[in-house]
């Protein structure tokens, strides 16, 4: 059955740092995007490449291990396009060489939601400071979102590529404060689940879902639903079925 009061966009791109961090986010909702007939792809900065602790491990072990889980994870979620732009993990910055290469991935899949997380977040809860590389990609991404990747005279050598410019209609930031949108999972709860233990090397002794199941049920408090992820979103060009559905109770809980 189609639920007509969820908004679907056509296309939807996340970018983040590390290899999980879209399965613990906003995997759910992108899941769900999927079933509905999004396109939707992936664009991981780093491959998390001092991520696994083991002794003898290389960074160039580390990345296969990593981005193969990506896959798997991303297969999950019925999501089929994956970009790593293997920055160096655990040093990431917001350079205008990560501003180049994210606008050239918008203006290829010309995503019409973009979703990263909050820069400006630093103490994420009591008891953990959110990893720089986090802030890093963020920052990133909503620069090559907003101006960049819609102005056709910047970046003007990707039109080589056959690349112009796209503008992005909406960001969605997940990790943050004043997240006014709740968006049911309750559908994909499952499959968060198991993309988000897909990523195996990072949980070799501990399961994540418990944590993951709390934080959904937090955020689904009050509404109709039982699980849920949370989003501030930005609306950079008008939408009008986004302004009707915005309203509906199953969109802004
Ligand atoms: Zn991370």
Known sequence: MTDNSLYIPESAMAIVAHPDDIEFSCVGTLARWAKGGSRVSFVLCTSGDVGIATPGMTREK??????????NAAAIAGVTEIIFLREPDGLLQPTLE?????VREI????PEVVLTGDPTVVFASQYYLN????????????DAVFPAAGQPNLFQ??????LRAHKVRKV?????QQSELTLSIDETMEIKLAALRAHKSQFPNWDPGEHVLERASENAKGKEMQYAEV????TLEKDETWERLRHSQNVIG
Not at 131 to 142: F, G, I, V
Not at 172 to 176: E, L, R, T
């Open 107 to 110: 203006r290829r899949f010309k």
């Open 157 to 162: 050598e990707l039109e080589n590529e056959g």
């Open 131 to 142: 990893h720089p590389d986090h802030r890093a990609a963020a920052t990133a991404a909503l």
């Open 98 to 102: 990560l501003r180049k290469k994210l």
């Open 62 to 71: 580390a990345t296969q291990i990593r981005e193969e889980e990506s896959r």
């Open 172 to 176: 969605f930031i997940y990790g943050q």
């Open 231 to 234: 989003f501030r979103v930005i």
